[in-house]
């Protein structure tokens, strides 16, 4: 956890508690090393000890953290972490969320620019607020990949990936080439919803994923896997996916 991380989210037994407060969270940080005592967070903190007082009175009353008394001397206050970090928001992907959230605000009304803006919001907002949505949307992109199946008339590997460059630009996807190495390879250049992202370190399209796992699936009957290796939001100008027969 450092500086860049914004909001927390932690698991506690009384349910999930959302954090933002740049206080508590470098108290929560301080605890995730162990066991601290009152006099070290106030130094470490650099604030005062009233002020720490009062968040620590607040972490306590939210389940977060534990008081305990050192055995030897009752008046000596400890302080140990009583719940479970589950995820934590980033700069650079808030950023992003922010951008969107301003693209909704001027987005024109005669055009579907609305409902693209409202999908990147949902979408990079859940990343920026601590959720990894990662996985929940390449299971719903395979739902999506098994629904739109039929609509594609090949039933053999290499008719649909004849078909897929075309659903992709008549559905504003992106431009998607096939490159053929040993083993063919998915390129897709202007993404329709990460093109514009900064390098973030980490790849973006795992719907688009589900969406070519599920097609393949719904078409062949065959389990491919699909998983993308090249993203604008790891420093790429393109998307690439690589297909393994499972």
Sequence with gaps: MGCDHTTMIFSTDNGIVAIDSPVKLKILELLRNGTIAFEELVEESGKAKSTISVHLDDLERLNL?????????????YFVLNSLCLAFSETPLRNQYKRHLDDIAFSRSNDNSFIIHLFHTIRFGMEAYGFDPKPILKRLGTDIGIKIGPKFKADNFEGILKELPVFWRNHKLGDMIIIRNSEPVIQVKNCHHCCRMPDVGKTLCSMDEGILEGVFLSRLKLDYGVMETECFGNGYDHCKFVIEKK
């Design 65 to 77: 953290i534990q008081e305990k008394t050192h055995p030897g001397d009752k008046r000596k206050k």
